[in-house]
Structure formats: C-alpha cells, structure tokens
C-alpha cells in the first residue's frame, strides 16, 4: 500500500475508535500494512481526533526501527509480530472496549461462539497473559495466545483490552465490533449462571453483586453536580440540567444570596482549594459506579487505563452535607494521589485539569467499576492488578502521557 493511503487509514481509524467508544482518551492504537517489511502506526500517547498523516510513524516489522522524533506506540512490537504471523492481515487495531475487557477478566478463553460470531471471529478468542503496557512479556503473552488460536481475529489481553485484526480497516472494526456483542452476550450468560436472572442493565449485574458486599448504612442521596473553576469562583452545572450556580470560592457561598446552595458546594470548593491541578470536577452516577459506592469499601485496579488513569486504588469516603468540614476532611484524604473518589452511596467525583480530561477519568472510573463487577461475577474479585504494577503505571502515566493529550 501507497505509504501516505496507509497513513490517512491509520488517522481515520483512530477516529472510528473515539466515535464508537472502543477507546477512551489516548489509549488504544492502530496500524496499517505498507508492506512486507514496513508498517504505518499512531504515535504514543497522542490524542486521536487532532492526529495528521504526518503524526503517522513508518516502522520496520523486522527490528522496530523508525525514523524521526515522533515516538511511535509502545505497543509497536505486538503490531510487528501480527504481520510477522499472519501473511493476510494488512490492520491491527488494539482496543480498550469494555465488554472485551471485562471478559478477559474471566481468565479463561471464549469458546462456542454462535455460528454468525465465528464466521467473523473464528472459533475461538484467546486470552494472553498479562504484563505491564509496553513490556516484552505483554508481546510474548499476545503472541503465545495468537499461535494458540491461528484462525482467530481477535485476542483479549487480562487486564487490558483486545486486539482485533483484519485483511482490511473495514474487516478490523467489523471484527472489535462482533467481539463487543459477543462479550455482551457471554457476561449476561455468567449473570444468568450465577443469579438465575436476565440482566436487564448492567444496573441489574452490579446491584445483585455488592448486594452481598455492602457494608453498613446507606448514606443519604446528594444531588449530582459538574463545576469549573472561574475566576476565583467556581460554575456548579446539576447532571439533572438545571440553571447553574455561581459559588464563590473563597466563601463556598453561592454569589447570588436568593440561590440555594448545593449539598456538595464545600466539598467542590475544598477540592480546587487543596489541588491546583484541578480545574474541573464531574460526578458519576452511573449504574455500575452508584453500585460501587454503597460498598463503603476500596475497589482495586483490574485493568491498566484504571490504575493510571484514575489511580493505583479507588477509596470510599462518606459525605455529610450537615459536616462539611469533616467530611471535605475525610474527601481530600482519601482523594490524595488519586484522580478520583466515591462517595458512599452517591456514585464517584472525579476531577481533571480540565473539563475533557475530568471526564476521561469518568469514563475510566465506570469502566473500572464495571469490571470489578464482572470479576466477582467469575469469582475472581481478588485477582487484580498487584499494588506495585499499579503505583508504578500510576507514576508513569502522570510523568508523561498525562501531558501528551
């Protein structure tokens, strides 16, 4: 292939990956075949939807190399050793969708797939072992599971994501996209396995799970709010869509006195007053999160983009509107370090440097709530990332690629 075609293939199919959800902010890349030696791959940590053709990075399948200061994805070397095995396919794209992902957690390959899935998938999807993003065993594990299943399209990585391949661009996306409603499928069989019920949400799957795992009383309900930080005040916007209120920050009081104050409005306030490097805050209250948040106890990294996304744990802080100081207390404590926290019965804040980047980590922190869902749901609740891969990814992550949006 023409190497400026391959190029422009790769930057649209970054964009494909934004639009349909399989990856969330950086994460995730994509390459096309030039040919027998040479591959067209996206650069590391860079933001898909502001990529050019000449963001693109050629690199030689045979030893790595590549030419320019643009650094190309870590993942480059799993790229390489797709083309390298596989003759007919000319697109690899590695995914971070979340169904996938949280079938991977189930530690086992996927098999019996229904007729229509195999004829895209093939018969099996392996699962590879896991290792740290980047690393020679990550590669091993990817290529041990490919060598496994030879007619596959896809292979789930534990505690990471997919891979999808395809003779073409159309053919890979086709491919992520069957894998995505198999893996749907596949969890709501375990649910019903286990429960002896239909999942009718996700909703159904997480609530019947903490069910048995919440521990002690269930705080009262708090109203929802985004805010940005302006001008030494702060704009609290309700997820419900009402007006928005214009708080001060020095006094946590709204600036209009005929205003009601947010239950939350301290505890927004707190937050900008303690970490410069927020200027904006979201609340989830998504179903799988909400879930989580009447545990009252710590969910742990089951996936990568969790642990340097959101943090190396996600902690369980209760807020009392009547309390605030000690409750802002028991917030910002359990939030150092952290990207995000859940308060006890009332879903998760999560703040950013901005507004797009505080919802990466709402999007990451419900992903991440899903999958500590789906991992007790196959009994292996406990088998998370370890703290030191974690904190390690964690550090990585906020020294670098947090700062190549």
Same mark, same amino acid.
Request: charged share 25%; with cysteine.
């Given at each position: 292939?023409?190497?400026?075609?391959?190029?422009?293939?790769?930057?649209?199919?970054?964009?494909?990956?934004?639009k349909?959800?399989?990856?969330?902010?950086?994460?995730?890349?994509?390459?096309c075949?030039?040919s027998?030696t040479?591959?067209?791959?996206?650069?590391?940590?860079?933001?898909?939807?502001?990529?050019?053709?000449?963001?693109?990075?050629?690199v030689? $399948?045979?030893?790595?190399?590549?030419e320019?200061?643009?650094?190309?994805?870590? @993942?480059?070397?799993?790229?390489?050793?797709?083309?390298?095995?596989?003759?007919?396919?000319?697109?690899?794209?590695?995914?971070?969708?979340?169904?996938?992902?949280?079938?991977?957690? #189930?530690?086992?390959?996927?098999?019996?797939l229904?007729?229509k899935?195999?004829?895209?998938?093939g018969?099996?999807?392996?699962?590879?072992?896991?290792?740290?993003?980047?690393?020679k065993?990550?590669?091993?594990g990817?290529?041990?599971?490919l060598?496994?299943?030879? @007619? #596959?399209?896809?292979?789930? *990585?534990?505690?990471?994501?997919?891979?999808?391949?395809?003779?073409?661009?159309?053919?890979a996306?086709?491919?992520?996209? @069957?894998?995505?409603?198999v893996?749907?499928?596949?969890?709501?069989?375990?649910?019903?396995?286990?429960?002896?019920?239909?999942?009718? #949400?996700?909703a159904?799957?997480?609530?019947?799970?903490?069910?048995n795992?919440e521990?002690?009383?269930?705080?009262?309900?708090?109203?929802?709010?985004?805010?940005?930080?302006?001008?030494?005040? $702060?704009?609290?916007?309700?997820?419900?869509?009402g007006?928005?209120?214009m $708080?001060?920050?020095?006094?946590?009081?709204?600036?209009?006195k005929?205003?009601?104050?947010?239950?939350?409005?301290?505890?927004?306030?707190a937050?900008?007053?303690?970490?410069?490097?927020?200027?904006?805050?979201?609340?989830?209250?998504?179903?799988?999160?909400?879930?989580?948040?009447?545990?009252?106890?710590?969910?742990?990294?089951?996936?990568?983009?969790?642990?340097?996304?959101?943090?190396?744990?996600?902690?369980?802080?209760?807020?009392?509107?009547?309390?605030p100081a000690?409750?802002?207390?028991?917030?910002?404590?359990k939030?150092?370090?952290?990207?995000?926290? *859940?308060?006890?019965?009332?879903?998760?804040?999560?703040?950013?440097?901005?507004?797009?980047?505080?919802?990466?980590?709402?999007?990451?922190? @419900?992903?991440?709530?899903k999958?500590?869902?789906?991992a007790?749901?196959?009994?292996?609740?406990k088998?998370?990332?370890?703290?030191?891969?974690?904190?390690?990814?964690r550090v990585?992550?906020?020294?670098?690629? #947090?700062?190549?949006?």
């Open positions: 292939m023409d190497i400026l075609e391959a190029k422009k293939q790769v930057v649209l199919a970054g964009k494909q990956l934004v349909e959800g399989l990856i969330q902010r950086t994460w995730g890349n994509v390459s075949r030039v027998d040479q591959f067209a791959i996206t650069p590391s940590g860079r933001d898909y939807l502001s990529l050019t053709p000449d963001d693109i990075v050629l030689n $399948i045979a030893d790595l190399a590549y320019g200061e643009v650094k190309p994805s870590s @993942e480059k070397g799993i790229h390489a050793k797709c083309y390298q095995l596989r003759e007919n396919v000319n697109f690899v794209i590695h995914t971070h969708q979340t169904f996938a992902s949280n079938i991977g957690l #189930s530690g086992m390959d996927v098999n019996n229904p007729e899935s195999a004829a895209i998938l018969d099996c999807i392996p699962l590879a072992a896991y290792g740290l993003p980047g690393t065993k990550l590669r091993s990817v290529v041990d599971a060598l496994r299943a030879p @007619e #596959s399209k896809a292979c789930l *990585m534990l505690h990471h994501g997919a891979l999808c391949v395809g003779e073409s661009m159309e053919e996306f086709k491919v992520a996209n @069957e894998l995505e409603a893996c749907k499928e596949k969890l709501g069989e375990r649910f019903y396995q286990i429960s002896g019920q239909t999942a009718e #949400s996700f159904s799957m997480a609530n019947y799970i903490v069910r795992l521990k002690g009383w269930e705080a009262p309900h708090l109203d929802a709010y985004d805010s940005v930080r302006a001008f030494g005040a $702060i704009e609290m916007r309700p997820l419900d869509g007006m928005p209120v $708080i001060d920050l020095a006094t946590a009081k709204p600036i209009d005929e205003t009601a104050c947010p239950d939350t409005a301290s505890l927004h306030t937050i900008y007053h303690k970490r410069a490097d927020v200027n904006a805050i979201v609340h989830s209250k998504d179903e799988a999160t909400l879930a989580a948040s009447k545990m009252g106890r710590t969910v742990k990294p089951f996936l990568d983009d969790f642990a340097q996304i959101v943090g190396f744990t996600l902690r369980t802080a209760v807020y009392d509107p009547y309390k000690a409750s802002n207390r028991a917030v910002l404590q939030l150092r370090f952290r990207d995000a926290v *859940m308060l006890k019965s009332n879903g998760a804040i999560c703040v950013g440097a901005d507004e797009d980047e505080a919802n990466a980590v709402k999007l990451v922190t @419900e992903k991440g709530c999958a500590f869902t789906a007790e749901m196959y009994g292996r609740g088998e998370c990332i370890n703290t030191v891969e974690s904190v390690l990814m990585i992550y906020k020294a670098k690629y #947090s700062k190549k949006k």
